[in-house]
């Protein structure tokens, strides 16, 4: 009689301990699915926004459309044969000098740096406790990834030939989708990568002594993009439009939603790693 209550107590412990597990996994799934939603309902809103002429003056828009227009059918050979190929630069210089100043970001490459960049603004938001720069961080994550996935879309549809494979800007090779670099000039991706972290720091802190080196920085990376014939002047433009537009709407998205980034260990069967929530 012992025995089998014994056994029974066993059983309702094993019972209990498994709705437990069932419990603690369906609430894990749940968490998932709601991290999923949260994070395709902002890719949404920021896909929709990023391009809409609600969000920007319709003035600015044709003015720039107008402007990248000029660049295509008259300045990209002229300005790739001034700055890529013979090397002379007017304006005192300023091209080269600030060409210079973007390899910085060239020479990393736009993921580490963005990954060293925003890592030690989230790490200093941390030690400091300072929300609003983990914002900051997690924010340019945001950005860099989307204006990523916009930009390498438009490079395979495009299929844009580079200044180094022909002294033509008109040669292009659409639906490259073999993903050929020779023909993904259009447009610059370095040059868009580095506009959408830095238009995310220059709105997040809106003062000059912030924007100004920002946007300077940006503006050196896509001037070393073009001194090394990595790309017609075209190309530099619509890059940098799409990370300022793609900058803003994350910056907009998150002053009405408030994210976070949640960094916790994972030990399993399986090994040790992390999960990484934004």
Request: glycine residues 8%.
């Amino acid at each position: 009689m012992k025995t089998s209550i014994l056994h029974l107590v066993l059983i309702l412990i094993l019972c209990i301990k498994s709705l437990q597990g069932q419990l603690v996994e369906h609430e894990k799934t749940d968490s998932t699915i709601s991290t999923i939603q949260s994070q395709l309902d902002d890719f949404k809103y920021i896909t929709s926004h990023s391009f809409s002429s609600a969000q920007y003056p319709d003035w600015k828009l044709l003015a720039y459309t107008g402007l990248t227009m000029v660049f295509i059918l008259s300045y990209d050979t002229e300005y790739h044969e001034d700055y890529g190929v013979e090397k002379e630069y007017d304006l005192m210089g300023l091209p080269r000098v600030f060409g210079n100043i973007g390899t910085l970001y060239d020479r990393p490459g736009p993921l580490f740096f963005s990954m060293g960049l925003t890592g030690a603004l989230y790490g200093g938001g941390t030690v400091f406790r300072d929300h609003k720069l983990q914002q900051t961080a997690v924010m340019m994550v945001q950005s860099f990834i989307i204006t990523g996935i916009f930009t390498m879309a438009l490079k395979a549809l495009i299929g844009r030939a580079r200044p180094y494979v022909a002294n033509d800007p008109y040669l292009f090779k659409p639906f490259n989708f073999n993903f050929d670099s020779n023909f993904m000039s259009m447009p610059s991706g370095h040059t868009s990568s580095i506009f959408a972290l830095m238009t995310v720091l220059g709105k997040q802190y809106d003062s000059w002594y912030v924007r100004i080196p920002a946007y300077t920085f940006a503006l050196s990376v896509a001037l070393q993009r073009m001194n090394t014939s990595k790309h017609w002047g075209s190309d530099l433009l619509i890059g940098g439009a799409i990370g300022y537009l793609v900058g803003s709407a994350v910056v907009k998205r998150n002053s009405h939603t408030v994210g976070s980034l949640d960094i916790q260990p994972v030990v399993n069967g399986q090994g040790v790693g992390l999960t990484i929530q934004f």
